[in-house]
């Protein structure tokens, strides 16, 4: 199994981000007319170690996942509880075992267009586990 889909597979099944998203957690991009709160996530890079007499399997994933909501309250509750979630050391991603995953960073991208404003929390992931 890929690690994006059992990052997927965590976020859908921890009682508290599907309590405020339900199933709204989209690859790459949402679609239009997006109900919010939603979460987005992608694959940003992934880095594999290499020695003398090969490849390890040990490999380093980050992804990007996005809180995305419409008032500050909401979006960083929401990024809360997809931390709590993804930081993981020892356990299971869906059916990927990982060995460690923490939060890399977060940034608040928030967007203002008149009355228009939508609340982002990028968070960058990495997750170390065998191939």
């Known amino acids: 199994m890929r ?7 965590t976020l859908e099944n921890d009682a508290a981000v599907s309590a405020v998203v ?3 957690i989209y690859f790459e991009q949402m679609p239009q007319n997006t109900i919010y709160p939603c979460i987005t ?13 090969g490849v390890d399997t040990l490999t380093d994933v980050r992804i ?4 995305w909501g ?17 930081e993981v050391v020892n356990s299971d991603l869906g059916d ?3 060995k460690f ?9 928030s ?16 997750f170390t586990y065998h191939e």
């Open 41 to 53: 996530y992608q694959r940003v890079s992934t880095t594999r170690r290499e020695f003398l007499d």
């Open 111 to 126: 967007e203002f267009d008149g009355d228009d404003e939508v609340r982002r929390v990028n968070m960058s992931f990495v």
């Open 3 to 9: 690690i994006e889909f059992g990052v997927v597979s």
């Open 96 to 98: 990927v075992p990982v």
């Open 22 to 24: 339900s199933d709204r």
């Open 64 to 67: 990007q996942v996005d809180a």
């Open 101 to 109: 995953g923490r939060l890399e960073g977060e940034n608040d991208l």
């Open 70 to 86: 419409t008032s500050p309250v909401t979006v960083k509750d929401l990024a809360d509880k997809v931390r709590a979630a993804l």
